[in-house]
């Protein structure tokens, strides 16, 4: 079945640091999107890529879409205490585009 | 808008109970979904509908019933709580419109089974 992988699993770093997390899908993806999950919270989205190639920007957040569509990445440019959480990256189980499978979230701790 | 919204945030069952966690959204979206979460699992779907009446197994369907007879609720029924199902569970909801995936999700119900 189709499998998202997500690299690192645990990520400790200095404020002000950047950071980077990958995904990697099995499969060729629709779309992908990306959640961000706060401790004791809920996942919220953040973005979501559809195109080969694709590059956004989210203030010091940049998001990438693969040229093969089976992977992406997310960068935070000078890491805050703020952006603590996991973040999660997801893709369609298939044409099903309600169903999602998700990466197992990478864990960003950031030291003041 | 309320959102999603899922009760209880916290339950605690014996081995061998069923219980009924709720959700409920006020978006008038179609689609809706249950994860759990476990901890370096990331999320997994078990169950999903795509509106009133309709819905399909997920990754791990089982051990787990759904129903979905009006838009606004999807409860997930437990049939006979195992060890297995402590997790945090997570409903979330997206409006139908093809290609735009935005789930919205509630802030979890945290089940533990002794």
């Known amino acids: 079945g189709q499998q998202v992988m997500q690299i690192p699993q645990y990520q400790h770093v200095q404020e002000g640091e950047d950071f980077t997390t990958y995904c990697n899908s099995s499969?060729?993806?629709?779309?992908i999107q990306w959640y961000k999950q706060r401790p004791g919270g809920h996942p919220v989205f953040l973005i979501q890529?559809?195109?080969?190639?694709e590059v956004k920007k989210q203030k010091r957040l940049t998001f990438q879409f693969g040229e093969a569509k089976k992977n992406s990445s997310l960068h935070i440019t000078a890491t805050q205490t703020t952006d603590v959480g996991t973040y999660f990256c997801a893709g369609p189980r298939g044409t099903s585009y309600g169903k999602l499978t998700f990466g197992q979230g990478t864990i960003l701790t950031v030291h003041p | 808008n309320a959102g999603v919204t899922q009760t209880p945030k916290f339950q605690v069952l014996k081995t061998g109970q069923s219980m009924t966690l709720q959700c409920a959204q006020d978006?008038?979206?179609?689609?809706m979904s249950w994860y759990r979460q476990d901890p370096g699992m990331g999320l997994r779907l078990i169950h999903y509908?795509?509106?009133?009446?309709?819905?399909d197994q997920g990754e791990v369907p089982n051990g787990y019933n759904v129903s979905r007879s009006t838009t606004e609720d999807f409860p997930l029924r437990l049939l006979s709580a195992a060890p297995s199902q402590t997790s945090v569970y997570f409903c979330?909801?997206?409006?139908?419109?093809?290609?735009?995936?935005?789930?919205?999700f509630g802030p979890g119900t945290r089940l533990t089974v002794l």
């Open positions: 978006m008038n979206h179609e689609y």
């Open positions: 499969t060729t993806l629709s779309n």
């Open positions: 890529l559809v195109k080969s190639g």
């Open positions: 509908s795509v509106g009133a009446g309709i819905t």
């Open positions: 979330a909801s997206r409006a139908g419109t093809g290609l735009t995936d935005t789930q919205y």
